[in-house]
């Protein structure tokens, strides 16, 4: 029983952490988003080489190509681990909110 509550203290505290860090704008969820890195103060940096390659993929996106063309059109282009991309990835950097500036 003691050890169930305490489990709970600390599962708050982490919380309530993970809360204030993005009040001060901090980055608090993991790994960044492919263009950026987390900085000193815990802010995302851009990093322009990978920025540029997103930039790509929404202009693709905005006129009206689909995300297998997308694909295909990035052959030769390789994710931040090194592996090529695919539909689930690109897909997930469209849906990703932290490209509209927000912090979630």
Do not use: C
């Amino acid at each position: 029983m003691i050890s169930s509550k305490e489990l709970k203290t600390i599962i708050r505290r982490m919380r309530n952490g993970k809360i204030e860090g993005v009040r001060r704008g901090q980055w608090v969820q993991g790994v960044p988003p492919v263009g950026y890195i987390r900085g000193d103060d815990k802010k995302l940096v851009i990093v322009e080489s990978e920025a540029n390659l997103v930039r790509q993929i929404f202009n693709y996106a905005e006129n009206g190509n689909g995300i297998p063309t997308i694909v295909r059109k990035l052959t030769g282009q390789k994710t931040r681990t090194g592996k090529a991309f695919t539909l689930t990835s690109i897909n997930t950097i469209l849906k990703n909110e932290t490209y509209t500036g927000r912090i979630i």
